[in-house]
């Protein structure tokens, strides 16, 4: 008889657990947007986004002389609540209009130089979004 009960509450036992997995579904928390690497999701006070592609990095290189500062572009997605996607473009410094407010690529990392080419997963973002109720 007790045996019987062991095995009750061994199996139950089993079976919350297993259920708990199955709930969280394996989800790993957002990234705050605050280094966000090329792929990766970021919840930016607010908006779900999603750096896909770097189109552009003229960022005059660190220990170089040049005339032009450069500039940085990449190609987002926006994950909207209902789960559409709503692919944009931001640019180093400067305000995107998204959602109820406006989203800014504040700094990409590394810094640039001339003896080194960066590869996509070398990238690291920081975002910033103003707006929201």
């Not at 770097?54 to 209902?82: F, H, Q, T, Y």
């Not at 931001?90 to 959602?99: D, I, K, N, Q």
Request: charged share 25%; hydrophobic share 40%; glycine share 10%.
């Amino acid at each position: 008889m007790q045996n019987r009960r062991l095995l009750a509450a061994l199996s139950l036992g089993t079976a919350f657990a297993l259920s708990a997995c199955a709930a969280t579904g394996g989800a790993t928390a957002l990234s705050d947007g605050s280094n966000v690497a090329l792929g990766q999701r970021a919840m930016v006070d607010g908006p779900i986004v999603q750096p896909v592609e770097v189109l552009e990095d003229s960022r005059c290189p660190m220990n170089a002389r040049c005339v032009w500062a450069g500039r940085v572009r990449v190609k987002m997605i926006w994950w909207r609540g209902n789960g559409e996607k709503q692919v944009f473009e931001v640019t180093l410094g400067e305000a995107t209009p998204l959602a109820d407010g406006a989203i800014r690529l504040e700094s990409v990392r590394p810094e640039k130089r001339t003896d080194v080419t960066l590869s996509p997963q070398d990238y690291r973002f920081s975002f910033r979004f103003d707006g929201g109720i």
